[in-house]
């Protein structure tokens, strides 16, 4: 164990918030990737194929209208003190994953899920420019 | 005994005395070396007897959550999550449902807690899961200059 690199990302605790957010933060850049590759096909399409253009062909749009992500994680539950002075149960996961299971020497194989459904859907109506 | 013969033996005496010396000084600085080894064996047995010590009050120690802080904590992440929607700055991302399957074990001691499997118990059968699904919603701006 020693030598070995561990990336303790992997297997150190996180809020529940902050994870969440992480993978939506990912989910709305693919998504974001996607319109641009959108923009930029009718860009080239208006460039390349004006003749396709001339006749109103417009390329389809990409859009993720749900993302199902289904983790498997180890809660731990931690007692913190506020800075009023109460105490307030902190809730942190670590993802089970094989680095996790390496680090701690356990034997299971739960594994996570992330399902994305990625549908055409016609492209917004107003006008690209060259 | 000629003189000659009596100056040898005094010179052999007195290096003879000066290895003695030598030698008890060599003996003396081994002597302050094992004590030094000695005090630093008892420091790392009692670092080793404390660190000991430290792993098995975390082995034993099972923190526990009331029902009612958990469901609370899930809701306020959920209010958060949708009052700040994720984004990478141009979309947004709704977190429209979420689900979580929390295992662990019951105790009544103090109303009714869940208690959290600690790491060396978790088997597949008993690992947690949370399952949401987020829908990005396309925020497409206009900008004319």
Same mark, same amino acid.
């Given at each position: 164990?020693?030598?070995? +690199?561990?990336?303790?990302?992997?297997?150190?605790?996180?809020?529940?918030?902050?994870?969440?957010?992480?993978?939506?933060?990912?989910?709305?850049?693919?998504?974001?990737?996607? $319109?641009?590759?959108?923009?930029?096909? +009718?860009?080239?399409?208006?460039?390349?194929?004006?003749?396709?253009?001339?006749?109103?062909?417009? @390329?389809?749009?990409?859009?993720?209208?749900?993302?199902?992500?289904?983790?498997? #994680?180890?809660?731990?539950?931690?007692?913190?003190?506020?800075?009023?002075?109460?105490?307030?149960?902190?809730?942190? /996961?670590?993802?089970?994953?094989?680095?996790?299971?390496?680090?701690?020497?356990?034997?299971?194989?739960?594994?996570?899920?992330?399902? #994305?459904?990625?549908?055409?859907?016609?492209?917004?109506?107003?006008?690209?420019?060259? | 005994?000629?003189? /000659?013969? &009596?100056?040898?033996?005094?010179?052999?005496?007195?290096?003879?005395?000066?290895?003695?010396?030598?030698?008890?000084?060599?003996?003396? &600085?081994?002597?302050?070396?094992?004590? $030094?080894?000695?005090?630093?064996?008892? $420091?790392? $047995?009692?670092?080793? +007897?404390?660190?000991?010590? &430290? /792993?098995?009050?975390?082995?034993?120690?099972?923190?526990?959550?009331?029902?009612?802080?958990?469901?609370?904590?899930?809701?306020? @992440?959920?209010?958060?999550?949708?009052?700040?929607?994720?984004?990478?700055?141009?979309?947004?991302?709704?977190?429209?449902?979420?689900?979580?399957?929390?295992?662990?074990?019951?105790?009544?001691?103090?109303?009714?807690?869940?208690?959290?499997?600690?790491?060396?118990?978790?088997?597949? +059968?008993?690992?947690?899961?949370?399952?949401?699904?987020?829908?990005?919603?396309? @925020?497409? &701006?206009? @900008?004319?200059?």
């Amino acid at each position: 164990m020693a030598d070995q +690199q561990i990336n303790f990302s992997e297997i150190l605790v996180g809020p529940i918030e902050q994870m969440i957010e992480k993978i939506g933060q990912g989910i709305a850049k693919a998504q974001t990737s996607l $319109d641009k590759a959108a923009i930029e096909s +009718q860009k080239s399409l208006l460039k390349d194929f004006k003749e396709l253009a001339d006749i109103g062909y417009k @390329v389809n749009w990409y859009h993720m209208p749900e993302v199902v992500v289904d983790l498997k #994680i180890a809660m731990h539950y931690e007692e913190e003190k506020t800075e009023g002075g109460e105490k307030k149960v902190g809730f942190f /996961m670590s993802p089970f994953n094989a680095k996790y299971q390496n680090s701690f020497a356990y034997s299971a194989d739960g594994a996570s899920s992330l399902k #994305i459904r990625i549908v055409p859907i016609p492209p917004p109506a107003f006008e690209i420019e060259k | 005994m000629s003189l /000659m013969t &009596k100056i040898k033996e005094f010179f052999k005496g007195k290096n003879e005395s000066n290895k003695q010396s030598d030698l008890k000084k060599e003996l003396e &600085k081994m002597r302050e070396q094992v004590e $030094d080894l000695k005090n630093q064996v008892e $420091d790392l $047995d009692n670092r080793n +007897q404390d660190l000991t010590s &430290k /792993m098995e009050a975390t082995t034993k120690l099972r923190p526990m959550v009331k029902i009612e802080d958990l469901t609370t904590h899930f809701k306020e @992440v959920i209010t958060k999550l949708n009052r700040q929607p994720p984004t990478d700055g141009e979309n947004y991302v709704i977190l429209e449902q979420l689900e979580a399957e929390i295992k662990g074990g019951l105790d009544v001691k103090d109303g009714i807690q869940l208690s959290q499997v600690l790491p060396h118990e978790l088997t597949p +059968q008993n690992i947690s899961s949370i399952r949401f699904t987020l829908r990005p919603t396309s @925020v497409i &701006k206009i @900008v004319k200059e």
